[in-house]
């Protein structure tokens, strides 16, 4: 592929390869655009520029919201895909004097959440993960549950919690069991971080008609940075017998950014072997998992006020998933569930084998038992207020483009 007429700097995530999807305020309101480089393309503007042929087309990227493009499907998706690498191309047919208008400054856009998240489900697909909270949660006792390898196990959040990077998150209050063994109250003193990968659904299904794994790439828009907010402490007294509640619903933060499947096609890899062999409505014909280097950044307070960067403290991949997202999709529609355009489906926090690949602070810290140690001379076990965590993703490797998620950050507030 021909190099582009925006500079994409050295380095950048986000060259023409990429082309990940957002939505950020214009004049006038919501505009759909593309990262290229450190620009945003205005897909919005294009389309009034008569650069689109297609009026379903036309009618979704001025809609300011990706909903509209996500219903559309697979085809819509391609063509349009085609259609903006050829108008980003140093061939491109866009006359060179009146390229400069189509663009604005990354640096400068106030990104906004990309689509209306219609539902939402957070699966508990990493095996180091749900190893590791077995031991820590239920010491003593066959860290996986016996049906963990059998599907992918998940639970529904909330949507309307769903956030966009930048926004603060409040400590929630729940009821959290006391030393006395009595309920009590109070603001989480266990706030968590989880590092997640999510995808972003397009076209549903009928209510009674499940999605064989096979077809799950008709679905599938792209994927996202997600961090699923959690309170342990609030968890660990709610979430027996039906799963996590409150404990994780009060915040899920997600990237601007919405990297489609196409994107990503030349990092797909293989799951970890998987035994005993899923059921065979869970066995793909291809690879489905993503090499997607993952990072947790944690700032605190006296680091922001000393200007100081956030201090990298896990690194992880989403390569050690143990179920794809193809199994998550498939399992999720089995019994018929419907999907819409702008569900989003999260991985569940993904952990590597080595400790410093945890993808959570309770698994970092082992629950408080061993404190991180930061270059600030602070520690932690879990948040506190003020601190700014930061999570980056990005696909790398010889020969291949770079392929980058930007990032999804939040800054924890007191309780109300």
């Known amino acids: 592929m021909s190099g582009s007429w925006v500079p994409v700097p050295a380095g950048s995530g986000f060259p023409l390869e990429n082309l990940p999807y957002g939505v950020f305020r214009a004049p006038g309101g919501a505009h759909i655009g593309l990262a290229i480089g450190d620009r945003i393309f205005d897909v919005h503007v294009a389309s009034r520029a008569g650069l689109f042929h297609d009026a379903d087309l036309n009618a979704a990227l001025r809609s300011g919201s ?23 191309q140093s061939s491109s047919p866009i006359a060179a004097e009146d390229r400069e208008r189509f663009l604005v400054q990354q640096f400068s856009a106030q990104m906004v959440m990309p689509f209306e998240v219609r539902d939402y489900v957070d699966f508990y697909s990493s095996l180091e993960h749900a190893t590791n909270l077995g031991k820590i949660m239920r010491p003593g006792t066959e860290p996986l549950l016996p049906n963990w390898r059998r599907l992918p196990v998940g639970y529904h959040g909330r949507a309307g919690t769903v956030v966009i990077d930048g926004t603060p998150v409040v400590r929630p209050r729940g009821q ?10 109070a603001p989480t003193k266990m706030l968590d971080a989880e590092l997640e990968v999510g995808f972003v659904t397009g076209v549903g299904n009928a209510l009674g008609d499940p999605i064989p794994i096979d077809r799950a790439r008709e679905h599938i828009f792209g994927m996202v940075l997600v961090n699923d907010w959690s309170a342990r402490d609030i968890q660990a007294w709610e979430y027996q017998p039906l799963g996590p509640f409150l404990g994780k619903s009060f915040a899920t933060s997600i990237s601007p950014w919405v990297v489609s499947l196409d994107a990503l096609e030349p990092y797909r890899t293989a799951v970890p072997k998987q035994e005993p062999a899923p059921l065979p409505y869970l066995r793909a014909s291809e690879d489905w998992n993503y090499d997607i280097a993952l990072f947790i950044g944690l700032r605190t307070a006296k680091m922001c006020g000393e200007n100081v960067t956030a201090e990298v403290v896990s690194r992880s991949n989403s390569k050690y998933l143990y179920w794809s997202v193809a199994q998550q999709l498939a399992h999720a529609t089995s019994n018929g569930a419907t999907i819409s355009p702008g569900d989003l489906f999260a991985s569940g926090t993904i952990s590597g084998p080595e400790p410093d690949s945890y993808g959570s602070l309770i698994e970092l810290t082992w629950r408080g038992t061993k404190p991180l140690e930061l270059r600030s001379g602070e520690t932690r076990s879990f948040l506190e207020d003020g601190d700014e965590v930061t999570m980056t993703g990005y696909c790398e490797e010889p020969g291949k483009p770079r392929i980058g998620f930007g990032s999804v950050s939040g800054m924890i507030l007191p309780a109300h």
């Open 176 to 185: 959290i069991k006391s030393e006395s063994g009595e309920p009590e109250f």
């Open 66 to 88: 990706l909903n509209e493009l996500l219903a559309l499907g697979r085809d819509a998706w391609v063509r349009l895909r085609r259609r903006l690498q050829e108008l980003l």
